[in-house]
Nanobody, 124 residues
Framework: QVQLVESGGGLVQAGATLRLSCAAS????????MGWFRQAPGKEREFVAT????????RYADSVKGRFTISRDNAKNTVYLQMNSLKPEDTAVYYC?????????????????WGQGTQVTVSS
């Protein structure tokens, strides 16, 4: 069983920067692909970014490419989402998730473990 705890959300103005963190329990963190997703009110949960177990490979949604960076520190069992040039449309609850098989998938249903989410609100 893996527990994920996100932190770092908040209320910021457009153009600002935030860094989300997701701390994971367990001794096999480095074997999991990790993903960040977000869900705005009234919308489906959508893919943001994913990273391989080693951290060498990443993948992004087109809407965040060039502005967001996913990274991980396996020694600390933590994955990060650096968010630059934030826009009001980035407002959502952000979730981190773990895929046990190490697949860098964009589909939420293929992630077995989820955190509780952290709210990000970007004002215009």
């Amino acid at each position: 069983q893996v527990q994920l705890v996100e932190s770092g959300g908040g209320l910021v103005q457009a153009g600002a920067t935030l860094r989300l963190s997701c701390a994971a329990s367990g001794r096999t963190f480095s074997t999991y692909a990790m993903g960040w997703f977000r869900q705005a009110p009234g919308k489906e949960r959508e893919f943001v970014a994913t990273i391989s177990g080693s951290g060498r490979r990443t993948r992004y949604a087109d809407s965040v490419k060039g502005r967001f960076t996913i990274s991980r520190d396996n020694a600390k069992n933590t994955v990060y989402l650096q968010m630059n040039s934030l826009k009001p449309e980035d407002t959502a609850v952000y979730y981190c998730a773990a895929n046990r098989a190490g697949f860098m998938t964009t589909r939420p249903r293929e992630y077995e473990y989820w955190g509780q989410g952290t709210q990000v609100t970007v004002s215009s």
